[in-house]
């Protein structure tokens, strides 16, 4: 998969379907050529790239006016060499200065994908080849490492860089961007995925021209405004046909994703940890990694992008163990009692949950400390003895009798001021204690940069998980920090701040997982405020959204999906009038929008009429019978509620092709509807199936599809948060 042309000095990737290729350039540095369809090997340099002297631009050799940094798509473009883009890499050096001249020196490939030491990366259990380029300047004594791995099955590529210091002198890392590609040309829209609490990750489109289009953030965590993930795609690209590149950063703090377009319409397109804020020392002879970005491609439209992405990280960035394992269909007391519980409260939840076929019990918020509102206890993970008077061992020892499993709320990184936590160590909160600090949902941040908070927290974490049958843990994240300042860290160290904080958390999530790998974490952040493939590697699933109400749902789990895969999509059925917005959706509705997700439910069933409660019980049975097909088949979307701001649809097809399940939603009704039809995709055409128990050839559900006017309400009036699943079969 991977090839270096020694006469034309180009370095070439290329799978069955795509091709990443550049070169080393006579100056030594490295030009980007190409990215996109595969185009096969023997290609020379001035065929693809344009030399050219142009007016305002400077010149790298006195005597070469054709070659300018400026007009040379670069593969690792560096600062102060004439190339007026901004750049993947700026150091400043012990004399002050920000330049560098990075040369390629050597180059290794080899079989597989070695991990980054405490990065979450992907894992290199499927085929894959690796390139590591190194360059050198000699001036600094620097070596930098180029590190891809291109995948043979998927349309993936991943990189990171790794910067190593020499024996001359200290350097600081202003900005270290784990991947730049230039494209040719920058004709294309900009997909990016914003929102807010419970608005998350809904697409926004826009066209790129002259200058910079950026998201990111720099509130240490990925963020519900902006997810580090982009999609490039040309005009005419929809979800089933036309090119598209997809950007996603495997990291959960700040970051970067920037496109920019210079004054020749090229495109520089760049991911990686957010410059602002960012600044790592390095002294002589360390080293630094950066976090892994993956690239996508298709060119079969945005499904097929989506599909590289489901794949990626369903079968090689999520724990070995729940890359196969069902998930088990939890209920969550949160919306049902919020602070105010008690044991025979939750296990008369519980009991009425295992009743109708629930297999997890999870326990939310306030099990712990002086926990009875937000504004204390935080921080204190020793049990509420009023609350649960047998603990979490006795309490989750009872709803293992019952047949369930047990899980339990954690919010690691936080404590209130009102807590023994606070009151014996006030110096762990991240501030500046020359400032006030401020609150966010009543609470400070733990300074995770510091080793000794992280091990505090892990022995409580601990304590409990060793002294109890916790298989599931609920790991929130409810606040951003602010008065960033690394008080432990040395004057020319303050700019590791977030970076240090963000290893910090991983290094306990990594522990948690390792000394207790039958627990499965599920992360989550004030709902989707940390959604991002940095914790996929250690949580398989993520609460989506504090946002349950059906319809909003329709908007945050499709946007959600382009870059995520459904398994790892925390979806629930809760009550009516909705906490979060508070419309009245039917069950159905609410049921068939969180089927296509991890499932579980959030509300006391115990309130429900008989009626309902059947009814969940035969939902929950229908989940099972199709789990694998939703968890492992293919999922694509059909109709988009961005476009229509009405209806929606998507389909999992199984990856035998003889199954699928298509959701098809409607929020407002109207009288005299437009005709409609549902057009399938994914199927074999020349099987035959039955869908909903009517007989169909393969060929036309997907060339013609299902009329929806045939079904809808089956002739009856079905009024506003329409819902309808097309169970499909081969015959
Ligand atoms: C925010 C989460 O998103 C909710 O699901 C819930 O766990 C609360 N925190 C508890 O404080």
């Not at 290729?21 to 344009?50: P, R, T, V, W």
């Not at 397109?269 to 298709?298: A, H, R």
């Not at 000794?452 to 409990?464: A, C």
């Amino acid at each position: 998969m991977i090839t270096y042309d020694k006469n034309n000095k180009i370095f070439n990737l290329t799978n069955n379907e795509m091709s990443y290729i550049f070169c080393i350039l006579k100056n030594g540095k490295l030009g980007n050529l190409y990215y996109g369809d595969a185009i096969g090997e023997n290609l020379k340099i001035d065929q693809m790239i344009h030399f050219e002297k142009t007016s305002l631009t400077v010149n790298y050799f006195k005597n070469d006016d054709k070659f300018s940094m400026q007009n040379i798509k670069q593969e690792f473009p560096e600062y102060g060499r004439g190339d007026y883009r901004e750049p993947a890499i700026m150091l400043t050096r012990e004399n002050g200065s920000h330049l560098t001249d990075l040369f390629y020196k050597d180059h290794t490939i080899y079989k597989g994908k070695k991990s980054l030491e405490g990065l979450p990366s992907t894992r290199g259990e499927k085929i894959c080849e690796t390139l590591v380029v190194e360059l050198y300047d000699d001036i600094i004594d620097l070596t930098v490492k180029l590190y891809y791995t291109i995948y043979k099955n998927i349309n993936a590529i991943t990189r990171h860089v790794e910067v190593m210091n020499g024996e001359k002198e200290s350097v600081k890392i202003n900005r270290l961007l784990s991947a730049s590609i230039d494209f040719f040309d920058s004709d294309y829209q900009w997909l990016q995925f914003s929102g807010d609490w419970s608005r998350e990750r809904h697409l926004i489109e826009k066209k790129l021209s002259e200058g910079i289009t950026s998201v990111g953030s720099i509130k240490g965590t990925s963020s519900a405004e902006h997810n580090p993930f982009i999609i490039l795609k040309r005009e005419k690209t929809d979800e089933f046909k036309g090119e598209a590149y997809g950007f996603s950063f495997i990291y959960s703090g700040n970051f970067l994703a920037q496109g920019e377009v210079d004054s020749r319409k090229t495109l520089r397109m760049m991911m990686g940890i957010n410059p602002f804020q960012f600044n790592w020392k390095l002294d002589k002879k360390e080293s630094f990694v950066s976090p892994e970005v993956v690239l996508t491609y298709s060119n079969k439209g945005l499904n097929n992008l989506s599909h590289q992405l489901h794949d990626l990280y369903n079968k090689d960035l999520v724990q070995k163990k729940w890359m196969t394992q069902k998930r088990p269909v939890l209920i969550n007391n949160w919306e049902a009692t919020y602070f105010d519980f008690d044991e025979n409260r939750i296990l008369s939840i519980a009991k009425e949950a295992q009743q109708v076929g629930i297999d997890l019990f999870v326990l939310d918020d306030g099990w712990f400390g002086a926990r009875n509102d937000d504004t204390k206890g935080l921080g204190d993970w020793i049990v509420n003895k009023e609350k649960l008077p047998n603990g979490i061992q006795g309490l989750s020892k009872k709803i293992n009798d019952l047949g369930m499993k047990f899980g339990l709320w954690f919010e690691p990184e936080m404590v209130n001021e009102a807590s023994n936590l606070f009151k014996e160590h006030p110096d762990y909160i991240i501030s500046d204690p020359q400032r006030n600090s401020s609150v966010g949902r009543n609470q400070l941040v733990l300074d995770f940069s510091r080793k000794e908070v992280v091990d505090e927290i892990y022995r409580m974490m601990e304590n409990t998980l060793k002294n109890s049958t916790v298989e599931y843990i609920k790991w929130d994240m409810n606040r951003f920090i602010s008065e960033p300042f690394g008080k432990d860290l040395g004057l020319e160290h303050k700019g590791e701040f977030f970076h240090r904080y963000i290893l910090g958390l991983y290094s306990l999530l990594e522990k948690i997982n390792e000394n207790f790998p039958h627990i499965m974490i599920e992360s989550c952040a004030s709902g989707g405020n940390r959604f991002d493939p940095g914790l996929l590697y250690y949580a398989p699933q993520a609460w989506t959204s504090d946002n349950t109400d059906a319809v909003s749902r329709l908007f945050i789990q499709y946007g959600t999906s382009y870059g995520y895969p459904i398994s790892s999509i925390g979806s629930h059925v809760s009550e009516v009038p909705n906490h979060q917005v508070g419309r009245l959706t039917p069950l159905k509705t609410r049921t068939d929008v969180a089927l296509f997700g991890t499932f579980g439910y959030e509300l006391d069933i115990g309130k429900l009429s008989n009626e309902e409660k059947s009814q969940i019980e035969e939902d929950i049975k229908f989940f099972k019978g199709n789990q694998e097909l939703i968890q492992k088949g293919r999922f694509y979307r059909l109709i988009s509620p961005f476009k229509t701001n009405n209806e929606t649809a998507w389909i999992c097809v199984s990856n035998n092709k003889e199954e699928a399940l298509v959701g098809f939603y409607r929020i407002r009704n109207a009288a005299s509807n437009p005709l409609k039809k549902i057009i399938l995709t994914g199927l074999n055409p020349e099987y035959n199936y039955s869908v909903n128990g009517k007989e169909y050839s393969g060929r036309i559900l997907m060339k013609f599809g299902i009329l929806l006017t045939d079904f809808y309400g089956e002739n009856k009036v079905t009024g506003d948060y329409y819902s309808k699943l097309f169970v499909v079969k081969k015959i």
